[in-house]
């Protein structure tokens, strides 16, 4: 056996061997009675209430409204993202200009700024993807400038010694040279725009993992919480695995050039 796919099966059977551990951590801690079970509830009454709600279908309705704000706030706060990092990578008086403003809405807490955006522009989903959208934005920023500009000068010598045009510049050198960071923060962004969701959810909402959470906790139906946590987790990983994979099936042409 390979040994590559040894170390693989390693780390899996290390990373299964912790969850359990903790699995261990919450069964005692419910049988320990410090808390009441309404409090620190059962591993197995969780699962149980798992099971019910996935049967009567809510379970599924919920987090296909949140993987929607998500994947559309990621979609517009990393399209602007990047369109505005090139610029500002590629002007550094832009970059003088703008950035002390993107500094200070970054500095604003986003739960302070969702339930303006839900006043502005209602309940529904565009509230939620622009929230998405705004908490994805900066960390991509950030991570557009530094790729663009840490491109070599030598190497921009090189392309106008060749005659390349810009758009040639732009395909054959700059993207390939910043994709690895872009990516670092295209991977960030995912995890970060389910937080953004919930924000949005927990403001205002009919539908959604973080409206299942607050009308949970409403009720101090504390096994449907951990459910809908669990499932806002289990997203977040799904997505940043799915980022993953893109980055390898994007910088394959690095793994075969070492």
């Known amino acids: 056996m390979p ?75 990393g399209t602007a993202a990047l369109l505005l990092g090139y610029l500002i990578a590629r002007s550094p008086l832009l970059g003088q200009v703008v950035m002390p403003y993107l500094v200070a809405l970054q500095a604003i807490p986003i739960v302070a700024i969702a339930p303006l955006l839900v006043i502005w522009f209602g309940s529904g989903l565009t509230s939620k993807v622009l929230i998405c959208a705004l908490i994805v934005f900066f960390p991509m920023l950030i991570n557009t400038i530094i790729g663009v500009r840490s491109v070599p000068a030598e190497l921009h010598d090189l392309m106008r010694a060749l005659e390349a045009t810009r758009w040639q510049t732009f395909r054959h050198l700059e993207v390939p040279a910043a994709l690895p960071v872009v990516m670092g923060g295209l991977k960030i962004g995912a995890t970060l725009a389910v937080i953004g969701a919930v924000v949005g959810e927990f403001v205002s909402a009919r539908a959604g993992l973080g409206f299942l959470v607050n009308s949970a906790r409403s009720t101090f139906d504390t096994p449907r919480m951990v459910v809908g946590v669990f499932m806002l987790a289990a997203l977040a990983l799904g997505l940043y695995g799915l980022m993953v994979l893109l980055e390898r099936r994007l910088l394959a042409w690095q793994r075969h050039r070492r």
């Not at 261990?24 to 801690?29: I, K, P, Q, T, Y």
């Not at 808390?35 to 099971?51: D, G, K, Q, S, T």
């Not at 996935?54 to 994947?71: F, N, R």
């Open 3 to 77: 040994p590559l796919l040894n170390r693989r099966r390693g780390r899996a059977l290390l990373t299964a061997l912790f969850g359990l551990l903790l699995l261990l951590v919450w069964e005692g801690l419910y049988r320990s009675a410090l808390y009441p079970p309404f409090i620190v509830p059962a591993p197995a009454e969780v699962f149980a209430r798992f099971l019910t709600i996935v049967a009567d279908g809510s379970l599924w309705g919920h987090l296909l409204v949140t993987l929607q704000e998500v994947l559309l706030g990621l979609l517009v706060g």
